[in-house]
């Protein structure tokens, strides 16, 4: 059968085995054939393409190596699991057998936590909106509620009242510790003093007893002394606070924000090259602990970590479905994923590994997912060799923020399965169908076609 015309493209020829940034690019081939001993062929086979994957072993190891780090370092250290980072129930359940709390942020990830079975004293409350519904349940079950803003005090107060007692309660601060822009618009600034004004407003009150305190500085942090400088100051804050208002501060929350091994569009070099180590942020963290707490004075210390436990125990596979030239000369491939399932594509720029090695040189390519949108690009310009239809290509690490921001756009959303640590492979969330799109929704009896027709 004769083949289809290719217009002839002039691609520039580097000789050489190496360069400052790794291997010549023409014939280097990232290979990857099973993930946990399981096959990509037969996971394909048997759950369909897209896939997303994620290993429970590499979720145990990865959550075990971050609380170790910490936990030989200070006596008394408590994680917490970030909901929102990865809610599905197996990926929860798994890092609360290892003994993370639930650090939830909405009225919905609460209910996952209590559906769970996680006892409202072994939940975290934080975030800007909690409605009064929640909160009076959430008080009424011993959470630990970090106070947000100033109405959300009055929000608690009504609530005490009505349940008839006082509620332990934590509140939020946010501060300047180097990294810019600055995470200002959650909790109560300490620069300005406003901190303080809460906790006056609170002790005013009368119906609310001070316990903890909690900051979150921001997200992907890659440098371990911002973390120094906020627990420092928190620690500082716990004094002034014990000292001035009489309440004892039994904990400090410095929140998540440490980075998977992943690697941030527009850096060059590699996540483990450019990225600290687990071990540096838990020494540099320690460290200002005792450099400023008291002898003997050891409040929880409590961190809410979810990308840097899930992020590198997830794969997605998808297929590539079509190939075409663009007018620019660059190769690019279609795939059955887009940033509907992958929306963390639009920050990362993923490992990407090939099911099977291909014969060719390799060029620049750019993959695009299957959505009639033009910004749906997976990758917009990673090497491959020429590509057969039907190979899997497959994106990691992906197990962070993508089950949770994915959309229902445009096409079904996939199955997602688990490999166990037995080699095991159980559903955790089945693939959709129109039943799941359709289920809530209301067709008028008036614009019915049959009703149509029979007009």
């Known amino acids: 059968m004769k083949k289809p015309y290719e217009k002839p493209v002039i691609t520039k020829v580097e000789t050489g085995l190496m360069n400052k940034f790794g291997n010549a690019p023409y014939y280097a081939r990232k290979v990857r054939t ?3 001993g399981v096959s990509i062929d037969a996971l394909v086979q048997q759950f369909g393409s897209p896939l997303f994957v994620l290993s429970e072993r590499q979720l145990r190891e990865n959550y075990r190596k971050l609380y170790r780090a910490f936990a030989a370092r200070y006596p008394n250290v408590q994680f917490g699991w970030s909901y929102k980072t990865n809610y599905l129930q197996a990926v929860c359940a798994v890092l609360h057998q290892e003994g993370a709390f639930a650090e939830v942020v909405s009225l919905m990830e609460y209910e996952k936590a209590r559906r769970l079975g996680i006892p409202g004293e072994k939940i975290i409350f934080n975030g800007p909106y909690k409605p009064v519904e929640i909160l009076e349940q959430a008080a009424a079950e011993g959470a630990l509620i970090n106070i947000d803003h100033f109405d959300e005090i009055a929000d608690l107060e009504a609530v005490a009242k009505k349940l008839g ?30 901190v303080m004004d809460a906790v006056k407003r609170i002790q005013a009150g009368g119906h ?23 627990t420092a100051k928190l620690v500082q804050l716990k004094y002034s606070i014990e000292e001035h208002f009489g309440y004892q501060i039994e904990f400090l929350d410095i929140g ?3 980075p998977s091994r992943n690697r941030l569009k527009g850096t060059y070099l590699p996540p483990e090259i450019l990225l600290p180590s687990v071990e540096e942020y838990a020494e540099k963290i320690t460290q200002a602990l005792y450099d400023h707490l008291k002898p003997g004075d050891f409040p929880t210390l409590v961190l809410e970590n979810g990308r840097a436990i899930v992020d590198e125990a997830g ?40 099911d099977r090695d291909l014969p060719g040189v390799n060029e620049s390519c750019v993959i695009y997912g299957p959505l009639c949108m033009n910004i749906d690009v997976l990758d917009e310009g990673t090497s491959l060799p020429p590509l057969e239809r039907g190979t899997r290509l497959i994106f990691s690490p992906v197990g962070a923020y993508n089950q949770t921001q994915w959309m229902q756009f445009i ?45």
């Open 315 to 354: 794969y997605l596979i998808t297929t590539v479905v079509a190939s075409k030239r663009l007018p620019d000369g660059r190769k690019a491939y279609i795939a059955d994923a887009g940033v509907n399932l992958l929306f963390t594509a639009f920050w990362y720029k993923f490992t990407v590994e090939m």
């Open 256 to 258: 998540g924000g440490l």
């Open 411 to 455: 096409e079904y959303r996939p199955s997602v399965v688990m490999v166990m640590e037995d080699g095991t492979v159980e559903v955790i969330r089945e693939q959709e169908d129109l039943s799941d799109i359709e289920r809530r929704e209301r067709l008028p009896e008036k614009l019915q076609l049959n009703s149509i027709a029979a007009e």
């Open 34 to 36: 099973a993930i946990d």
């Open 165 to 194: 007692k006082q509620i332990r309660v934590g509140i939020r601060v946010n501060m300047d510790t180097g990294i810019y822009p600055q995470w200002s618009r959650f909790g109560f600034n300490l620069e300005t003093g406003q």
């Open 208 to 230: 609310l007893v001070l316990t903890g305190l909690h900051c979150h500085i921001g997200t992907f942090i890659m440098e371990p002394d911002a973390y120094a400088q906020e």
